[in-house]
């Protein structure tokens, strides 16, 4: 992106400008990374909410909301999100440009959130009890919620079984047997501990003034600093030794199969990477793929049929839902059309449509404020140095040969199948 600028702004604490004149609204976002580690997850989940209820300033969610108001309906986000072997804290607040009022208010909207993140509500030493107990619950129950998807159950079920052993099989929302051992004392020392020693990325877009900016956000944010984590870059390479198999059974309308390979593709390898999305895409990525055309239209053997990449593990995941009877045939047909894949059975076509769907897709980062600067934290934790006119060249540029060399190495490695029969 053209004017982008990323700054050194504190110990570990980087400063990416995104100046952008489209919006009527400016985002500061704050992303405080840590490793997804079993120890810490469920008290990282829990963070972002507590904080968000009330701060030493502005004690309660009432008074949060007010002082929103007062900032012309500024709006304050908070969440935690798992990215590969990362668990990162989200902090944003977005707001109006000041050009279409009559005040300046993006210094006192950075100072607002400062406040959320580094002068939390403290009583005795720890947290709010009230809070916590609050967040406790709706935790809870976004963790239990996940068996009301049953799509996205299958889904954590097979990382559960493919990533045994490895960080990335961790639940990114955190385990309900953690929440009655997490006291607001301990998970108040456990916040210090995770403001001094996070790597911690700040994020402006909008339209500002770049010196001016540079200045509020160093006069407004002070994080105390101490000895900054390392966070390993994910190991991506597994040989698969045996193929893992795990059928289970709920009481649910339709059978959710996942098929998880190892691609064994380094995501730094950019050109490579996107030449294998690039082939995930001619396999499951539209109603044109391979696996939508063979094995839900002309076998009509599933509802739904995708497929998808996750970038750090460098992993590719299968999903449908089928009928049981149908799961032996469906399973075959898949690893035939990602054979297919591998030994070059691709047309022109379908490589030109799966460069405009992907050209389309991040042209489409750019229709909403948030979205680019997602892009570029993903980009910043992932090492990955290109912009988007430099992906949309190497998508463009990459040609058959090129997707048939990223795909070669793929290798089935999990089958996980969730049904209402238990002799499917």
């Given amino acids: 992106m053209k004017n982008l ?10 400063l990416t400008l995104i100046p952008e004149s489209k919006f009527k609204t400016n985002l500061i976002s704050v992303y405080i990374q840590r490793k997804l580690d079993r120890n810490e997850v469920t008290k990282n989940a829990l963070l972002p909410g507590i904080l968000k209820s009330g701060c030493n300033k502005y ?60 002068n939390p509500l403290v009583i005795d030493g ?13 935790l809870k129950d976004s963790i239990m919620s996940i068996i009301n998807d049953k799509g996205n159950y299958a889904m954590k079920r097979t990382n559960e079984i493919m990533f045994e052993g490895e960080p990335y099989s961790i639940n990114g929302k955190g385990y309900i047997e953690d929440l009655d051992t997490i006291d607001r004392v301990g998970l108040y020392e456990h916040y210090k501990e995770v403001l001094k020693t996070s790597p911690i990325e700040i994020m402006i877009e909008g339209e500002f003034e770049e010196t001016e900016v540079v200045e509020l956000i160093k006069e407004k944010f002070q994080f105390d600093r101490g000895n900054i984590i390392d966070i390993p870059k994910e190991e991506y390479y597994k040989e698969v030794d ?30 490579k990477y996107y030449s294998l999305l690039l082939g995930s895409r001619i396999l499951g990525g539209g109603a044109d793929s391979k696996l939508f055309i063979n094995v839900r239209e002309k076998e009509s053997l599933c509802y739904t049929i995708y497929s998808t990449i996750q970038k750090s593990k460098s992993t590719m995941m299968v999903c449908s839902g089928i009928e049981a009877q149908n799961y032996e045939k469906t399973v075959n047909l898949v690893k035939e059309q990602v054979q297919k894949l ?48 430099q992906i949309k060249n190497m998508i463009n540029k990459s040609t058959k040969e090129d997707i048939v060399e990223a795909v070669k190495n793929i290798e089935l490695d999990t089958i996980y199948f969730l049904s209402n029969n238990k002799e499917a």
């Fill in 342 to 389: 591998k030994d070059g059975d691709i047309t022109e076509s379908e490589i030109s449509n799966a460069k405009i769907a992907f050209i389309n897709s991040l042209n489409s980062l750019n229709d909403e404020i948030g979205r680019i600067s997602d892009f570029y934290f993903s980009q910043s934790i992932s090492k990955n140095k290109s912009d988007l006119d």
């Fill in 126 to 138: 720890g947290f709010n009890e009230e809070y916590l107990n609050i967040e406790k619950e709706i």
């Fill in 59 to 118: 004690k309660t969610l009432g008074q949060l909301t007010d002082r929103e108001e007062e900032l012309y309906g500024s709006y304050l986000h908070a969440g935690a999100s798992k990215r590969g072997e990362s668990q990162v804290l989200g902090f944003s607040i977005l707001s109006v440009n000041e050009k279409y009022l009559d005040e300046k208010i993006l210094g006192q909207c950075i100072e607002f959130l400062n406040e959320i993140i580094n």
């Fill in 5 to 14: 600028k990323t700054l050194e702004i504190g110990k570990n604490v980087k």
């Fill in 242 to 271: 045996k193929v893992k198999e795990v059928k289970e059974t709920m009481d649910i309308a339709q059978g959710k199969l996942v098929m998880g390979y190892r691609c064994n593709v380094d995501y730094l390898d950019e050109e």
